[in-house]
């Protein structure tokens, strides 16, 4: 949600050593066949960015952009969709698996009243076609060679799919869109053999072209490398033998990575498959390095491209970070739990002992501090109270405001060192807020606040940092906190969660109870998360680790206050709105540190946050950063910065 981590799939069959930890595996190295493969995919993607995209009826009829980290789940997606594995589905409706695969494909739209509606087909972008950027020809030329050699590859492609159920090539007729009856001609006609047979020739010549280790003069090119060849342009529609009856499906080519295109190749390409008369559907998908950095940190102004504007021209699909980001960290919990049990029954010491539910393998019961640190942590409060001069009659009511907080609520981490800790803060609240009170020569010195003291949940999230920080108290732990520090991103879940599985694996194949107690928890998240940093290598990744590294020491200061003046602490700094669009409008390096910081999860960003009559662009440090630093995963706490801090950040 992939070649490279898959989100919601792992090997079917492979050996003990390979099945070990199918959490840190690639999927698509150990899939043998598409049933193993479906035995275990989760159509929980489908769902969440296609079926409820505001544009779902569009998304065959414009090009669409597929946008996404690294890990977000593009390449999977695209596999799960292609039509060999749909028909596969829908050939075996037994397996209730295939009934929930089938049930989130049609409301993606890939099924129209049980039968298939899509023939799509997964096209690759490898280096091979960015190699032809260097080709020593025009940029015209060189743009028409990479767009004549994906369609032909994707006509093969949609015809190996088509055929990979048993269909005849004779079962499988292209029909041409209204006024390219003639035209389609050109290009093999509306029968599945001669357009393979074309699109063979087309591919063959072109790839020579590129094979060759000296480039061949345009003059010597083949002819059928320099002949027209535009199949989407003329093709509306496939018709295919279905249980003896003919059936109608869109055409769909998923451009996967075409991140990896040189910009100007890219631009083009993305311009010519824009054109409107197309009617073959076309998707692109490209991780955010691609995008200008006013479109990866979503400034309105900047989603344009190339002069074509979105919704009208293309549509957007964004596998992370939109606006509602409460509901978008809810479906993502629901996706990873679903992708994580599918995976625990492969690894054989869990499924040996029936530990198949990851969330109970990661219990959220609250841990406690030993009676010795308690009475440590009770001495101190008592020397803050002594210091701040609060009577004994204010302290007692301070306990009280405390006590109704822990003894009302349900849930939740309400431990006794939490409730002392929310105590100890309270008391520094109250001192703060009785500062410039003038005393009263004649009464013992205990004013009213001007603002009343209240316990809340953001205290008492406070109180944990604290307690992590001075007693080393777990702040990380259970299935929600591994989800939220994932930022949305499938990959890194799996990481995660890779991690704390190894952990249960040993310990059950010691004969001890599988589920890991809230230290080891706590442990494990924190050592992966700053190997996940430490391995952090793609552009700018030593000014980006710069940035966040002096973020996190802000962030902890400000958390660490012993007045919680943030309740749960920072993990955020804001910059105001007007800045950082004018930060956008410049060719700064800055805009470039943050484009790669987001890019590769080190940071998310949220534009026009409002906030105190001002609107803010937070920069938010990611879940790893979070783990790595023992910083809130909450969101909202910010820091406020300006935009020349953040050069100096990056330094």
């Known amino acids: 949600m992939v070649i490279g981590w898959c989100p919601f799939s792992v090997a079917a069959i492979g050996t003990a050593d390979s099945m070990a930890n199918p959490f840190l595996r690639r999927a698509t190295e150990y899939i043998r066949d598409d049933a193993s493969f479906l035995a275990i995919v989760s159509p929980s993607p489908l769902t969440t960015f296609l079926a409820k995209h505001p544009r779902r009826d569009d998304l065959f009829d414009l090009p669409v952009r597929i946008v996404g980290a690294p890990g977000s789940g593009k390449t999977m997606l695209a596999t799960l969709a292609e039509f060999r594995l749909l028909e596969a589905i829908m050939r075996d409706q037994t397996s209730p698996t295939n009934r929930d695969l089938a049930s989130a494909l049609a409301q993606a739209g890939f099924l129209r009243d049980g039968l298939p509606a899509v023939a799509a087909v997964r096209v690759p972008m490898e280096s091979e076609y960015r190699d032809f950027w260097e080709l020593p020809y025009d940029e015209g ?75 061949p003069r345009l003059e010597d090119l083949p002819s059928e490398a320099l002949e027209p060849y535009l199949p989407f342009e003329v093709i509306r529609a496939i018709e295919i033998d279905w249980n003896g009856k003919p059936l109608t499906l869109t055409p769909l080519a998923m451009l996967d990575d075409v991140h990896a295109l040189h910009p100007t190749q890219f631009e083009q390409m993305f311009v010519a498959l824009a054109r409107r008369e197309i009617k073959f559907g076309r998707w692109m998908m490209m991780r955010l390095d691609a995008l200008s950095p006013g479109t990866v940190l979503q400034s309105p102004e900047n989603l344009e491209t190339h002069n074509l504007k979105p919704d009208r021209d293309f549509v957007n699909v964004f596998m992370q970070g939109r606006e509602d980001r409460t509901a978008e960290r809810r479906q993502f919990r629901s996706m990873a739990a679903d992708m994580a049990n599918r995976y625990l029954p492969l690894v054989q010491a869990l499924r040996n002992r029936n530990a198949t539910n990851f969330a109970a393998l990661l219990p959220t019961q609250p841990p406690t501090i030993t009676d010795a640190k308690y009475r440590e942590l009770k001495a101190a409060v008592d020397r803050d109270q002594r210091r701040l001069e609060i009577t004994p009659a204010r302290r007692e009511a301070i306990d009280g405001l405390v006590d109704e907080y822990i003894t009302d609520g349900t849930g939740g981490d309400r431990e006794r060192e939490v409730a ?6 309270l008391l520094h609240r109250y001192a703060n807020r009785v500062k410039n009170v003038t005393p009263s020569l004649f009464e013992v010195f205990d004013p009213d606040p001007k603002m009343p003291l209240k316990a809340s949940s953001g205290i008492a999230e406070g109180a944990r940092i604290h307690l992590h920080e001075e007693f080393g108290r777990p702040l990380h732990y259970g299935l929600e906190n591994v989800c939220d520090a994932s930022n949305e991103n499938a990959e890194l879940f799996l990481q995660l969660a890779g991690t704390l599985v190894a952990r249960m694996e040993t310990r059950a194949i010691r004969g001890q109870q599988a589920a890991l107690p809230a230290a080891i928890q706590q442990e494990a998240l924190r050592d992966k998360a700053r190997e996940i940093m430490d391995g952090w290598s793609f552009a700018f990744a030593r000014r980006v680790r710069a940035l966040v590294d002096a973020m996190a020491r802000d962030c902890r200061e400000a958390s660490l206050t012993p007045n919680a003046r943030l309740d749960a602490g920072a993990n955020a700094i804001g910059i105001p709105e007007e800045e950082m669009r004018a930060l956008l409008e410049t060719n700064d390096e800055t805009a470039l540190i943050l484009k790669f910081a987001v890019a590769h999860g080190a940071i998310v960003v949220q534009r026009s946050y409002g906030q105190g009559s001002r609107e803010w662009c937070l920069i938010e440090l990611s879940g790893v950063v979070c783990l790595a630093n023992g910083l809130t995963l909450k969101r909202g706490g910010f820091l406020e910065r300006r935009v020349q801090d953040l050069a100096e950040m990056s330094a």
């Open 141 to 215: 030329v060189k743009t028409k060679l990479v767009l004549w050699l994906l369609q032909a590859r994707t006509i093969l492609g949609l015809i190996r799919n088509l055929t990979a159920g048993g269909r005849s090539l004779d079962g499988i007729r292209f029909i041409p869109r209204g006024g390219a009856e003639t035209r389609i001609e050109d290009y093999g006609g509306t029968t599945a053999a001669a357009m393979q047979e074309r699109a063979l020739r087309v591919q063959r010549a072109i790839s020579s072209i590129g094979a060759g280790l000296v480039a």
């Open 420 to 425: 002392l800790e929310m105590t100890r803060i």
